[in-house]
């Protein structure tokens, strides 16, 4: 009976896997670079003195038509230099803007409080936001504000991270794998999750929408604005593998910091549709089954298990050489025992307790 049940669950997951492996692979009509439109980059900042340096040198590199970007950097009430580091090197350059978040948007906290304060002064048609603690590629904004053709209001894309050691290259490849099937069922028309470190949207749409105002209050605030569009039914949604686009962020430092990093995550994607749901439980599911598989020992189980790693492998491959990374199987081998027990972990977790400890502050 266990052989039948994992079966039928790794055959789904394989399933998945080919189909968010073809959404992956979409390709999108690009806007000119004379028709960009106007764009405004918001980064919400709090207690990043190690971090913001690194992250406003790169967005002062960013390639745009002139006069039609700017940037505005939201410090959340940071309690260490953060502050100080902002205004030292936005001093003199007019292409940045420092804020803190002065103003309450019902029930908005925290980061999506520090975003949604930030959209009070942006000029541009296009909202991209980042995070304090990533570094973008010099034609990230303009590569994306080119994917906003007819009818697109939100456009996503790819954020790897920096990996020296084994523990950092298994975040790595976590990332590349969650983003992976984020675009694919994106491109699917299935929205089930996005990434705010390297996300965008129309302002008018997100005006549409109400703002974070109008939006019940979520720890992952990106997941929530991406669903309040979709809910429209008027705007498409695209997710472009383009290696232009993408972000650069840094791992957490320690095994406490991931974990609270993943129970936000999970917390925030309790609000997931069917279709998520239904993803996400597969994922679920195949990870429980391979966890217990074991007690089970038979030929065939190992060759079930093995699909499942092949179908990831077959998944990830791809996306790396796209994104022009380095692909390392040892991270993707011991990413594979990593993720299958954090995902059931975790799952038991948010059922036990959903509070979330995040930038020094409790959800």
Same mark, same amino acid.
């Given at each position: 009976m266990f052989e039948i049940i994992l079966t039928v669950v790794v055959v789904i997951y394989f399933i998945q896997a080919v189909l968010i492996t073809i959404g992956v692979r979409k390709r999108f009509p690009k806007l000119s670079e004379e028709n960009l439109p106007a764009s405004t980059v918001i980064v919400a900042a709090r207690n990043e003195e190690e971090n913001i340096l690194e992250c406003l040198e790169s967005l002062e590199k960013l390639n745009y038509p002139e006069g039609k970007l700017d940037i505005i950097v939201v410090d959340d009430y940071s309690t260490d230099n953060t502050n100080k580091i902002i205004k030292e090197f936005i001093s003199g350059k007019p292409l940045f803007?420092?804020? =803190? @978040?002065?103003?309450?948007?019902?029930?908005?906290?925290?980061?999506?409080r520090a975003i949604a304060n930030g959209i009070e002064f942006a000029k541009g048609e296009i909202i991209l936001t980042t995070d304090a603690d990533c570094t973008v590629n010099p034609d990230w904004a303009k590569t994306i504000a080119s994917y906003y053709t007819k009818d697109v209001a939100v456009v996503c894309g790819f954020t790897n991270q920096k990996w020296k050691t084994l523990f950092e290259g298994i975040q790595d490849t976590d990332f590349i794998y969650l983003l992976t099937v984020a675009a694919g069922t994106i491109n699917w028309k299935k929205p089930m999750s996005a990434m705010g470190n390297n *996300?965008?949207?129309?302002?008018?749409?997100?005006?549409?929408?109400?703002?974070?105002?109008?939006? @019940?209050?979520?720890?992952?605030?990106? /997941?929530?604005?991406? *669903?309040?569009?979709?809910?429209l039914n008027k705007y498409k949604i695209i997710y472009p593998l383009d290696k232009n686009s993408l972000v650069t962020s840094k791992p957490c430092k320690d095994v406490k910091t991931l974990?609270? =990093? #993943? #129970?936000?995550?999970?917390v925030g994607g309790l609000g997931s549709n069917?279709?998520? /749901?239904?993803?996400? $439980?597969?994922?679920? +599911?195949?990870?429980? *089954?391979?966890?217990?598989? @074991?007690?089970?020992? $038979?030929?065939?189980?190992?060759?079930?298990?093995? %699909? #499942?790693?092949?179908?990831? &492998?077959? *998944? &990830?491959?791809? +996306?790396?050489?796209?994104?022009? %990374?380095?692909?390392? %199987?040892?991270?993707?081998?011991? /990413?594979?025992?990593?993720?299958?027990?954090? /995902?059931?972990?975790?799952?038991?977790?948010?059922? %036990?307790?959903?509070? +979330?400890?995040?930038?020094?502050?409790?959800?």
């Open positions: 803007k420092l804020i =803190q @978040p002065e103003k309450d948007f019902g029930e908005t906290k925290g980061k999506a *996300m965008s949207y129309l302002k008018s749409a997100y005006t549409e929408i109400g703002g974070y105002e109008n939006i @019940p209050f979520s720890v992952t605030e990106d /997941f929530k604005i991406l *669903m309040a569009i979709k809910n974990y609270r =990093q #993943k #129970k936000r995550w999970a069917l279709d998520g /749901f239904v993803t996400i $439980s597969t994922a679920f +599911v195949t990870s429980l *089954m391979i966890l217990i598989s @074991p007690f089970f020992y $038979s030929a065939n189980v190992l060759y079930l298990v093995l %699909l #499942k790693v092949f179908a990831d &492998l077959f *998944m &990830l491959r791809n +996306v790396y050489t796209e994104l022009g %990374l380095k692909f390392s %199987l040892k991270n993707f081998i011991w /990413f594979e025992f990593y993720i299958t027990f954090y /995902f059931v972990f975790i799952a038991i977790n948010v059922l %036990l307790n959903r509070k +979330v400890f995040w930038k020094g502050r409790k959800y």
